[in-house]
């Protein structure tokens, strides 16, 4: 079916690296999720492994910026990767950047002036719900910062994050979603594995949903294809319903 919103897939699901999961991809999904998961290993990217041909090809991209980020090492420390991995990925034209949230005080409103003065608008900054940081302790400074969001529907559940929706202004920022079935020992599961509950909050997040993208952030093929299909079961159904 034809969704109101991009599907996007990740670029890690078949076993190879992400120049052949993007040609794989390109094909089937219309936006492509670059994983730069791990900093130092995405920094040290070449050519080789991000050529300039996947500009070519006929998709949108946005990039996952890495897990590994250690913010007690202070803004200019952090921001000297970030500042790297957004220019590798620059002839991409991301039009969005994931980030999970500082685990520092204070980092986000001193990151977003630097991302000005580089030219980056902070609304393309969309900053994640993950275990232990949920966005309610920072929504303030997000708002006055700038930045959009990215809700993770398995971190909602999983984690007992489902307060988040009662945040002001919520869904004006919400520019992403993450869509799995759920989180069992950080391990994605496909949407088949989703319960009753699950879909219910599924189905309230599209319903309130403006944004551009859907990520079906699963990292095997079957569970990615197999989501797929029934995302667009389940958004018929209730668009039916409605």
């Known amino acids: 079916m034809k969704f109101p919103y991009s599907v996007a897939a990740p670029s890690f699901v078949i ?29 040290a990217y070449t050519d080789v492994d991000l050529p300039p041909s996947l500009a070519e090809l006929p998709v949108s991209w946005h990039v996952h910026l890495p897990l590994d980020l250690d913010w ?10 970030l500042d790297r991995l957004i220019d590798k990925a620059a002839f991409l034209s991301p039009h969005a950047y994931v980030l999970h949230p500082p685990t520092e005080l204070d980092m986000l409103i001193p990151l977003a002036a630097r991302l000005r003065d580089k030219g980056v608008d902070p609304a393309n900054f ?7 940081y949920s966005l309610i302790p920072i929504w303030d400074e997000i708002r006055e910062a700038g930045y959009s969001a990215c809700l ?7 984690y007992e994050q489902e307060k988040i929706l009662d945040l002001p202004d919520l ?32 189905r309230t997040l599209l319903n309130n949903f403006t944004g551009p993208t859907v990520t079906l952030e699963l990292f ?20 039916n319903e409605s």
């Open 72 to 81: 007690s090492t202070g803004l200019d420390t952090i921001w000297h990767t």
């Open 220 to 239: 095997n093929e079957q569970g990615l294809f197999h989501s797929l299909d029934l995302l667009g079961q389940w958004t018929s159904c209730w668009s």
């Open 126 to 132: 969309l900053i994640e719900n993950i275990q232990g």
């Open 15 to 43: 076993p190879a690296g992400a120049a052949e999961n993007a040609v794989y991809l390109a094909g089937r999904f219309p936006e492509i999720d670059l994983l730069f998961f791990e900093a130092e290993a995405c920094l």
């Open 171 to 202: 869904w004006r920022h919400v520019q992403m979603l993450h869509v799995y079935g759920m989180e069992t020992r950080q391990r994605h599961q496909p949407l088949s594995n989703m319960d009753k509950s699950g879909r219910d909050l599924l």
């Open 152 to 158: 993770d529907i398995g971190h909602l559940l999983a």
